[in-house]
């Protein structure tokens, strides 16, 4: 065995002995930090270590308490700091999932200060697309919490600059693919065209430019047909818009699906489309590369750090259906640079599987722990 092999098996051992929280959102709905953290919980778990899951989205009992917007925050928030002080004293390590906006203030921010008040070295998760405009208006109430954690981590080198130009020093992990279930179709028998839109329903996500694209594709390809898998708060704006467009024969609204239907969907898909307005990592163009699904999207946030135009996807301003709709029947009608994306995307994926990213990860929990002060020679702090 060579030293690096014993390394890692070293730390290993050493990182099951000190217990971690890990917070965060969890399905439903299947946005991709929620996804994210289910999926990281269940691979640490998988991996030897001991993990607290500390639940920040549990569903409203009773249900009619989710109608009301600022007594439904209040009724989470309080069950959830119980919830929280109770894990944070049984572990040695904190891992907070953080986003933007009320989430960050709700949710994040108070995680971060009781790990601090007891002394656990806390790791901050950062995954807001919009972390930008959030720290612009925000930075002054939201530096005093970040300067409390022992790292911040981020999946991308967009967020690494947003924090670099606040004069914070932060560590990149990207995101998680599961090939078990995103693999590429093994045959390429010919079927009607079918494109992709996997986001949630939700305006920043900006469906209805896809779907106006989508209109003008049916010009050239008038058999196509377009799944849009997701839920959200503007589903029924986007089937009148469809409605209206002409189009509402050809797009068929799937709802939420699991892992296991989203894979299947991805592997009889001929091209994604993804129209956000912002954007860090998202976890569905991973998903796209994975199963060899050429993308077109546009060029927002992270996410011309994660794909680069004209090699592993096609990137397009944002709000611009015609530019999209060109885009998308130039891969169409080039099967030579359909083959060129979908090859160099299955290329990048294997940096986002579980055995690259778990030593990424487990490199952060040891390095915390010794920043903290913690014995990580095996036994219990």
């Known amino acids: 065995m060579n030293s690096d092999y014993l390394d890692k098996m070293q730390v290993n051992a050493i990182l099951r002995n000190h217990p971690i929280a890990l917070v965060g959102p969890l399905p439903p709905p299947s946005g991709g930090m929620a996804n994210q953290t289910r999926q990281l919980a269940h691979l640490l778990i998988e991996s030897g270590l001991h993990v607290e899951l500390v639940q920040v989205n549990p569903p409203y009992y009773p249900s009619w308490i989710g109608k009301i917007p600022f007594f439904r925050a209040l009724f989470r928030l309080i069950p959830y700091l119980l919830r929280l002080w109770r894990a944070t004293g049984k572990v040695h390590l904190l891992h907070i999932m953080a986003n933007s906006g009320w989430s960050w203030h709700l949710f994040a921010a108070p995680a971060v200060w009781i790990g601090w008040w007891r002394r656990i070295p806390v790791i901050i998760n950062y995954r807001g697309g919009e972390a930008e405009s959030f720290f612009n208006h925000s930075w002054r109430w939201v530096r005093p919490t ?46 009607n065209i079918n494109l992709l839109v996997a986001r949630n329903l939700e305006p920043i996500y900006d469906i209805g430019t896809a779907l106006k694209a989508f209109a003008l594709i049916k010009n050239n390809y008038p058999s196509a047909k377009l799944n849009v898998a997701g839920s959200g708060e503007s589903r029924v704006d986007l089937e009148q818009l469809s409605q209206h467009l002409g ?93 060129v994306l979908r090859k160099n995307g299955l290329a990048i994926v294997q940096d986002y599987t579980w055995p690259t990213v778990r030593e990424q990860w487990f490199s952060v929990y040891r390095d915390a722990l010794q920043d903290s002060g913690l014995k990580t020679n095996g036994a219990a702090s």
Request: proline share 7%; net charge negative.
């Open 247 to 339: 189009i509402a024969e050809s797009v068929n609204f799937t709802g939420r699906l699991d892992n296991k239907e989203m894979a299947e969907i991805y592997r009889q898909t001929d091209l994604l489309l993804n129209p956000s307005l912002a954007d860090n990592m998202p976890i569905s163009l991973l998903e796209a590369l994975a199963c060899g699904v050429p993308i077109v999207s546009t060029n927002v946030g992270g996410i011309p750090h994660l794909v680069k135009d004209g090699k592993t996807a096609l990137l397009v301003d944002p709000s611009d259906p015609q530019a999209m709709a060109v885009a998308a029947i130039r891969v169409l009608d080039d099967p030579d640079l359909a083959t």
């Open 146 to 191: 970040v300067i409390r954690a022992t790292f911040v981590v981020v999946p991308s080198s967009f967020l690494e600059a947003v924090f670099f130009q606040r004069d914070i020093l932060t560590r990149i992990v990207p995101n998680i693919i599961n090939i078990k279930y995103f693999y590429p179709k093994n045959n390429h028998i010919k079927h």
